[in-house]
């Protein structure tokens, strides 16, 4: 009979990414819900079970270690092989993955291969509590309207979960759990792709995901110059920039910035979002921020029905004197 709730852990270079934590908390609330418990599964090279009590302290009753030095950088067969075999011998009830890089590859090539259902880039999870089964909620048709789906007839129901919107449980090194590595019978043709170099990428900004502070452009900006105030804002904020599609479509700054269905979804204490509409693709990346402050021209924009508060008019002139009063009362 299938049980408990899987959490697949992303690590690089034996670091928890934040995501993992992120789907402990998650998985606490549904293996409550079930009556079940929560099981991490760990994959790495050499010296990854250092790691697996951390994960206990963050929520997990279980750890299962897959440690090899072929398992040192992520590569799909190898990856894939691990978690089927884990899959197939402990048939676990829920699999949750991260809709990072890692886990839109990962997931769906694990689904094939156990001919189950997945359920990508969610936003919402929970249990049904008539039926036991996973409702897993995402955006669909193109942000306009909320889907729940769920998996009645194949196990293990799976899901990737968009980063950075479910909530860590507090962590608390008086938990206790039990860890077990496992042996992975590998083949031959997981090996088939070779990983000849990973080149890391030095051009990378601020990952937008962990900053407090956030202001946002849009189009409204006028173009890559008027990225100019905005990140002087963030600056004075010791924030970061992020942007709307728009922004980013028109080449004034770098995807890694965007927010939103088809960007990054960002939980900042403080949004503010300059010459940004607030179409529902958009709102669904930060409309759980702490604060939100709209600045547009038009006041019946979208974006000041999800506003703590609203400044109507150019963010042109706006935003070099609120910039101008912040570095004023920081002296
Ligand atoms: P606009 O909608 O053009 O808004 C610009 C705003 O700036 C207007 O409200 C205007 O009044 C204001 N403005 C203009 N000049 C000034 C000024 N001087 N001062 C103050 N205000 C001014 N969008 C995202 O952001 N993120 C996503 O991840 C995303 N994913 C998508 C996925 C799909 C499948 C689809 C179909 C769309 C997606 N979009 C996404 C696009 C989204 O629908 C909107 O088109 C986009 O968010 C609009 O960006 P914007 O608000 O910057 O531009």
Redesign the pocket.
């Known amino acids: 009979m299938s049980k408990n709730v899987y959490v697949v852990i992303e690590q690089r270079d034996g670091r928890v990414q934040n995501i993992g934590y992120e789907l402990l908390g998650e998985a606490s609330s549904l293996a409550f819900d079930l009556k079940q418990e929560v099981v991490a599964v760990l994959i790495g090279g050499v010296g990854i079970s250092k790691i697996a009590q951390e994960l206990i302290y963050w929520g997990a009753n279980h750890v299962i270690v897959a440690e090899d030095s072929r398992l040192q950088e992520y590569s799909t067969l190898p990856y894939s092989r691990v978690l089927t075999q884990i899959i197939l011998t402990d048939e676990p009830e829920i699999v949750l993955f991260g809709a990072s890089s890692i886990g839109r590859d990962l997931a769906p090539r694990v689904s094939a291969r156990l001919k189950t259902g997945l359920t990508a880039d969610c936003t919402g999870l929970s249990i049904n509590l008539d039926n036991q089964l996973l409702m897993m909620t995402r955006p669909a048709f193109?942000?306009n309207l909320m889907a729940t789906i769920c998996c009645k007839h194949h196990k293990p129901q799976m899901a990737t979960v968009r980063t950075g919107v479910m909530q860590p449980i507090e962590r608390d090194d008086n938990r206790t759990g039990t860890i077990r590595s496992i042996e992975i019978a590998f083949q031959r043709k997981d090996f088939a792709v070779e990983l000849v170099e990973v080149i890391p990428n030095d051009n990378i900004s601020a990952d937008i995901t962990k900053a407090k502070y956030l202001v946002g452009g849009?189009?409204?900006v006028?173009g890559p110059e008027g990225f100019k105030i905005v990140r002087e804002l963030a600056n004075t904020l010791n924030g970061e920039v992020a942007a709307?599609?728009?922004?980013v479509e028109s080449g004034w700054i770098g995807n890694d910035h965007?927010?939103?269905?088809?960007?990054k979804t960002v939980r900042p204490d403080l949004y503010i979002a300059c010459?940004?509409?607030g179409?529902i693709?958009?709102l669904t990346?930060m409309e759980n921020s702490g604060t939100i402050i709209a600045?547009?021209?038009?006041a019946s924009?979208p974006i000041f029905n999800v506003a703590d508060l609203g400044i109507v008019g150019?963010?042109?002139v706006i935003l070099p004197k609120l910039n101008d009063a912040l570095k004023e009362a920081k002296t």
């Open positions: 193109g942000g849009g189009r409204g006028g709307s599609r728009a922004a965007q927010v939103g269905q088809t960007g010459g940004i509409s179409a693709q958009h990346g600045i547009n021209k038009n924009a150019d963010l042109h």
